[in-house]
T-cell receptor, first 115, second 114 residues
Framework: NAGVTQTPKFQVLKTGQSMTLQCAQD?????MYWYRQDPGMGLRLIYY???????DKGEVPNGYNVSRLNKREFSLRLESAAPSQTSVYFC??????????????FGAGTRLSVL | AQSVSQHNHHVILSEAASLELGCNYS??????LFWYVQYPGQHLQLLLK??????LVKGIKGFEAEFIKSKFSFNLRKPSVQWSDTAEYFC????????????FGAGTRLFVKA
């Protein structure tokens, strides 16, 4: 039982390059999330998907797009990377309710540097 | 706007010292409360949670937290820390403002000296 799996673990991009962060969960959870973690700012929600087929913006969605490919997979795309997107990205899932009343399970994170 | 405040960004303790990490939130409605922990090199995981009932909740590894509604607080405590408690601790608040959401605090980095 792998839980939440994120790939890649590390990535270095040049400004303007694009990339997709992949996330998959094997817990049959309805809700999935993408966060970014920056020093002194905690985790900030980028996008979430309350259920298969739906996605919604979180607190900091600019510069990102997401796809809920199926119930298991939720990808995050940077179309044109900027240095301000240097961060650690976490995918998470929960049974329901945007983690407000259910436990969130996190992936190991992707450390992204944009030069 | 709703927010979660963690009082200390960095805490350094010696083994066997007592720990209390503060967490306050700003929201007047019903909340669910969480503490998540991130050990070095590992992913975030749940330490403990409060949904309802006894405001003193116990989690893994000897941690506990007390919900004081009148103070909008959910402080994390441990009577005697160990070197293995070195980690970053995040307080989180789940709420419903017409839609569910979870707000995380900025985190507290705890370093326990052996």
């Amino acid at each position: 039982n792998a839980g939440v799996t994120q790939t890649p673990k590390f990535q270095v991009l040049k400004t303007g390059q694009s990339m997709t962060l992949q996330c998959a969960q094997d817990m049959n959870h309805n809700s999935m999330y993408w966060y970014r973690q920056d020093p002194g700012m905690g985790l900030r929600l980028i996008y979430y998907s309350a259920s298969e087929g739906t996605t919604d913006k979180g607190e900091v969605p600019n510069g990102y797009n997401v796809s809920r490919l199926n119930k298991r997979e939720f990808s995050l795309r940077l179309e044109s990377a900027a240095p301000s997107q240097t961060s650690v990205y976490f995918c998470a899932s929960s049974e329901e309710g945007q983690g407000a009343y259910s436990i969130q399970y996190f992936g190991a994170g992707t450390r992204l540097s944009v030069l | 706007a709703q927010s979660v405040s963690q009082h200390n960004h960095h805490v350094i303790l010696s083994e066997a010292a007592s720990l209390e990490l503060g967490c306050n939130y700003s929201y007047g409605g019903t909340v669910n409360l969480f503490w998540y922990v991130q050990y070095p090199g590992q992913h975030l995981q749940l330490l403990l949670k409060y949904f309802s009932g006894d405001p003193l909740v116990k989690g893994i590894k000897g941690f506990e937290a007390e919900f004081i509604k009148s103070k909008f607080s959910f402080n994390l405590r441990k009577p005697s820390v160990q070197w293995s408690d070195t980690a970053e601790y995040f307080c989180a608040v789940g709420l419903n403002t017409g839609g569910f959401k979870t707000i995380f605090g900025a985190g507290t980095r705890l370093f326990v000296k052996a």
